[in-house]
C-alpha cells in the first residue's frame, strides 16, 4: 500500500508538472497522423501491382501501422534520457538519499506522464485515426490487448532504463543513445511488421525483447501472431510477454548492482 502510495503521489505530481507544457504535448499530435499518411501513401503504390505482401492484404497493413501509432502514445518513454542527464550533471546523488529506488520513482513518473498523454494525445489520435483514416481500432480481445498494453508499456521502461544507466560508465550517452532507438524501433516493428523480414532475421528477433515492444501488442489487438514460421494463441504470447519482462526486470536489477558500484558523483 506504501509503495502505492508512493507511486500514485510521484505520478500526480508528474502529471501536473507536465501539464504546464501541455502546448508541446498538443504538438505531437501531428506526429502520428503524418507518420501514417507517409506510410499510407508509401503502402498504396506497392500494393497497386499486388493484393497481398508477407500474407496481409492492404487493410491489415493501414490497420497495422495504425494501430502501432496509438500505441506509441501510451509507452512512450524517457527514463533513458532522464536517467543519462542525472548522472551528467550529479543530480542523481540526491536520489541516493532517498527512501526508495530511482527506478520506481522513474517509473512512478512515467505512469503521471503518460495518464496525461492518454488524455491529451492519445484519445485524440485516436479519433482522427478512427473517423478521418477510417480504421478500424477495435481490439479483437480486448482483455488481452490491455493486459498485452501494460506488459510493454513496462517493457519499453526497462529496456530504455538500461540504456540510460549505460551512463554509469559513459556519463554522455547521447550517441549510443541515438543508433539503439533507431535499431530498437527497426527490431520493435515500428517501421515494418517483423513477419517481413528474412527467415534468419525472424528467428534472431523472435529471441529479442524488442518485439515485446510494439509487434506483440499490435499483433494481441489484430487476434493473431506470428513471427519465423512460429504461431501462437493469443493468451500463450501475452504469456510470454510477461516472462519476457519479468526478465528484463532482473536485467536492469544486475545492471543498476554494477553501475551502482562504480558511480562516483561530481557537480551536484
Given amino acids: 500500500m506504501?509503495?502505492?502510495?508512493?507511486?500514485?503521489?510521484?505520478?500526480?505530481?508528474?502529471?501536473?508538472?507536465?501539464?504546464?507544457?501541455?502546448?508541446?504535448?498538443?504538438?505531437?499530435?501531428?506526429?502520428?497522423?503524418?507518420?501514417?499518411?507517409?506510410?499510407l501513401s508509401i503502402w498504396k503504390?506497392?500494393?497497386?501491382?499486388?493484393?497481398?505482401?508477407?500474407?496481409?492484404?492492404?487493410?491489415e497493413m493501414l490497420s497495422y501501422y495504425g494501430i502501432a501509432?496509438?500505441?506509441?502514445?501510451?509507452?512512450?518513454?524517457?527514463?533513458d534520457w532522464n536517467f543519462q542527464m542525472l548522472i551528467r550533471t550529479g543530480k542523481f546523488m540526491t536520489f541516493l538519499l532517498r527512501p526508495m529506488s530511482h527506478r520506481y520513482f522513474a517509473l512512478s513518473q512515467k505512469v503521471g506522464h503518460r495518464t496525461l498523454g492518454f488524455l491529451l494525445e492519445f484519445?485524440?489520435?485516436?479519433?482522427?485515426?478512427?473517423?478521418?483514416?477510417?480504421?478500424?481500432?477495435v481490439p479483437e480481445r480486448l482483455f488481452w490487448t490491455i493486459l498485452s498494453l501494460l506488459l510493454s508499456f513496462m517493457m519499453v521502461f526497462f529496456i530504455n532504463y538500461c540504456v540510460g544507466m549505460t551512463a554509469f560508465w559513459l556519463t554522455n550517452t547521447?550517441?549510443?543513445?541515438?543508433?539503439?532507438?533507431?535499431?530498437?524501433?527497426l527490431c520493435a516493428g515500428v517501421f515494418v511488421p517483423l513477419s517481413f523480414?528474412?527467415?534468419?532475421?525472424?528467428?534472431?528477433l523472435l529471441f529479442l525483447p524488442f518485439q515485446f515492444m510494439t509487434y506483440v501488442p499490435v499483433r494481441v489487438f489484430l487476434g493473431d501472431y506470428e513471427l519465423a514460421g512460429y504461431s501462437m494463441s493469443i493468451p500463450a504470447i501475452v504469456g510470454l510477454?510477461?516472462?519476457?519482462?519479468?526478465?528484463?526486470?532482473?536485467?536492469?536489477e544486475l545492471i543498476w548492482r554494477a553501475g551502482i558500484r562504480r558511480f562516483t558523483g561530481v557537480g551536484a
Fill in 197 to 204: 523480414f528474412p527467415d534468419a532475421v525472424q528467428h534472431v
Fill in 2 to 39: 506504501k509503495a502505492l502510495r508512493i507511486l500514485r503521489a510521484v505520478a500526480f505530481v508528474t502529471f501536473k508538472e507536465w501539464a504546464a507544457y501541455r502546448s508541446h504535448m498538443l504538438a505531437t499530435l501531428l506526429v502520428g497522423p503524418v507518420y501514417f499518411l507517409v506510410q
Fill in 241 to 252: 510477454q510477461a516472462l519476457a519482462v519479468a526478465v528484463m526486470w532482473g536485467v536492469s
Fill in 174 to 185: 547521447g550517441g549510443i543513445r541515438s543508433i539503439f532507438l533507431i535499431l530498437r524501433d
Fill in 123 to 137: 484519445i485524440p489520435v485516436y479519433l482522427i485515426f478512427r473517423f478521418a483514416f477510417g480504421i478500424s481500432l
Fill in 69 to 79: 501509432a496509438i500505441i506509441t502514445y501510451i509507452v512512450f518513454d524517457f527514463a
Fill in 45 to 59: 503504390a506497392v500494393f497497386a501491382t499486388q493484393d497481398t505482401i508477407g500474407g496481409m492484404h492492404i487493410t
